[in-house]
C-alpha cells in the first residue's frame, strides 16, 4: 500500500536525496514534504479528468435552495446546473455532477505513481538542491511521464459506445 511518505521518497531519490521516514520529521526534505504533497498532488489530479479520480456524484439541495459541491471535488467535469463558487445553481431537488476528486496516494493506479514522483521531484529540486540543470532534466521527465500515463489512463477502460443512434439503427 502506497503512503505519503512511500512517494515524497521515491521523489526524493530522484534527486539523489535520502529517503524520508517520516512528515514530521525536522529535516528539510521531510518538511518540504509535508508542506508541499497534498497542494502539488491535488494540482497533479485536477489537471487531467484521471478515471481513477472521477466520480459522479449526487447532490441534494440544501437549506439555501442550491446545492453544495462537496470539499473533496478538486473540479467538477459535468453538471446540469451553472457553478457558483462552490456551489451548483440548478432547478429541482436532486443533480448529478461528474467530478473530479481527492485521492488518496493507495488508490494511485501504477501508471500514475511514477508521474507524481516526478512532479514531486521537480517541487523539491530548487528548494533542496538549486540546481536548474537536473529540475529542467526532471521536467522534460516529467512531460514524457505525464503523456504516457494520459495514454494509458484513455485506453484503460472501453467507452459505452453509442447505444440507440437512429442513423447507426437505419444504416443495420
Known amino acids: 500500500m502506497l503512503t505519503k511518505i512511500d512517494l515524497c521518497s521515491m521523489a526524493l531519490l530522484k534527486i539523489g536525496e535520502s529517503p524520508i521516514?517520516?512528515?514530521?520529521?525536522?529535516s528539510a526534505p521531510a518538511k518540504l514534504a509535508r508542506?508541499?504533497?497534498?497542494?502539488?498532488?491535488?494540482?497533479?489530479?485536477?489537471?487531467?479528468?484521471?478515471?481513477?479520480a472521477t466520480?459522479?456524484?449526487d447532490l441534494t439541495k440544501n437549506t439555501d435552495g442550491d446545492f453544495l459541491i462537496p470539499t473533496n471535488v478538486l473540479r467538477v467535469l459535468k453538471t446540469s446546473g451553472r457553478i457558483n463558487g462552490n456551489r451548483v445553481v440548478?432547478?429541482?431537488?436532486?443533480?448529478?455532477?461528474?467530478?473530479?476528486?481527492?485521492?488518496?496516494?493507495?488508490?494511485?493506479?501504477?501508471?500514475?505513481v511514477s508521474l507524481a514522483a516526478t512532479r514531486l521531484a521537480m517541487e523539491f529540486c530548487?528548494?533542496?538542491?538549486?540546481?536548474?540543470?537536473?529540475?529542467?532534466?526532471?521536467?522534460?521527465?516529467?512531460?514524457?511521464?505525464?503523456?504516457t500515463a494520459k495514454f494509458i489512463d484513455s485506453t484503460?477502460?472501453?467507452?459505452?459506445?453509442?447505444?440507440?443512434?437512429?442513423l447507426i439503427n437505419a444504416r443495420f
Not at 530548487?126 to 503523456?147: C, K, S
Not at 484503460?156 to 437512429?166: E, L, N, R, W
Open 90 to 112: 440548478c432547478d429541482g431537488d436532486t443533480t448529478t455532477i461528474t467530478a473530479v476528486v481527492k485521492t488518496s496516494p493507495e488508490s494511485y493506479p501504477g501508471y500514475f
Open 35 to 52: 508542506t508541499l504533497f497534498d497542494t502539488v498532488m491535488d494540482s497533479l489530479i485536477s489537471a487531467h479528468p484521471w478515471r481513477f
Open 55 to 57: 466520480q459522479v456524484l
Open 156 to 166: 484503460t477502460a472501453t467507452s459505452d459506445g453509442i447505444s440507440d443512434f437512429s
Open 126 to 147: 530548487i528548494p533542496l538542491m538549486g540546481d536548474q540543470t537536473v529540475f529542467r532534466m526532471l521536467a522534460a521527465l516529467y512531460e514524457t511521464e505525464l503523456q
Open 21 to 26: 521516514q517520516s512528515l514530521t520529521d525536522d
